[in-house]
């Protein structure tokens, strides 16, 4: 299920549209340096829908830069071990400084904690990221898209759908998600993890 009008509601969401070519403009400017993304990891897990292990997540190319500080609960006993040393969190005071406008937006909201990840995610043509749940039940997670390609498909539990520029995709992480990019250029996104204590001010669905 897809919650794009609740995240829609969100104030600083809003800001982020509102701003949005500017915001885009500072993203690209740094993605255009050649500095910008990492790896993520492939890391095994068990398929929730197959109930198998899988030794990667994703397929082909999938690189990601943070725009909050990285900062899950209980995150050291995941396989996601690796993002909480210095290397992202050092890095991202390099965006603070890249993209002055997002940063004046998120600064309260990832300070405060109710953004709980901040990251631009981009995909390459023909990445498939695997049938999985996220590591944190408590979070939507909302997309901007700032580089579309609209043969490049997000579908969670049995709905799905596809990034337009400018336009908000907004889901639950713990629920069953998956990723395949059938197009010919890098889709890029703004993704955040947003608190339920939060969200649940705009969408009673989240008092659970």
């Not at 897990?45 to 990285?70: A, C, G």
Request: with cysteine; charged share 30%.
């Amino acid at each position: 299920m897809f919650y794009n009008e609740t995240a829609k509601k969100i104030p600083f969401i809003q800001d982020i549209l509102e701003n949005f070519d500017e915001i885009k403009t500072e993203i690209i400017d740094f993605v255009n340096t050649g500095k910008a993304f990492l790896p993520y990891k492939k890391y095994s897990y068990i398929d929730p829908v197959t109930n198998k292990e899988r030794k990667s997540l994703f397929e082909h190319d999938w690189k990601v830069f943070s725009v909050t500080k990285f900062n899950w609960d209980g995150i050291d006993k995941s396989a996601h071990h690796s993002f909480k040393n210095d290397l992202y969190n050092r890095f991202v005071k390099i965006v603070y400084r890249k993209c002055k406008k997002l940063r004046s937006i998120l600064k309260e909201y990832d300070e405060s904690g109710i953004v709980i990840n901040g990251m631009v995610s981009r995909l390459s043509p023909g990445t498939i990221i695997h049938p999985h749940r996220g590591w944190n039940a408590n979070v939507l997670r909302t997309h901007i898209c700032l580089v579309e390609d609209l043969q490049c498909y997000l579908t969670v539990n049995e709905q799905t759908q596809t990034w337009k520029e400018g336009q908000v995709l907004s889901f639950v992480d713990y629920d069953i998600h998956s990723v395949e990019h059938r197009g010919t250029k890098d889709r890029i996104v703004l993704s955040l993890d947003i608190n339920f204590d939060y969200v649940r001010k705009y969408d009673t669905f989240f008092d659970r």
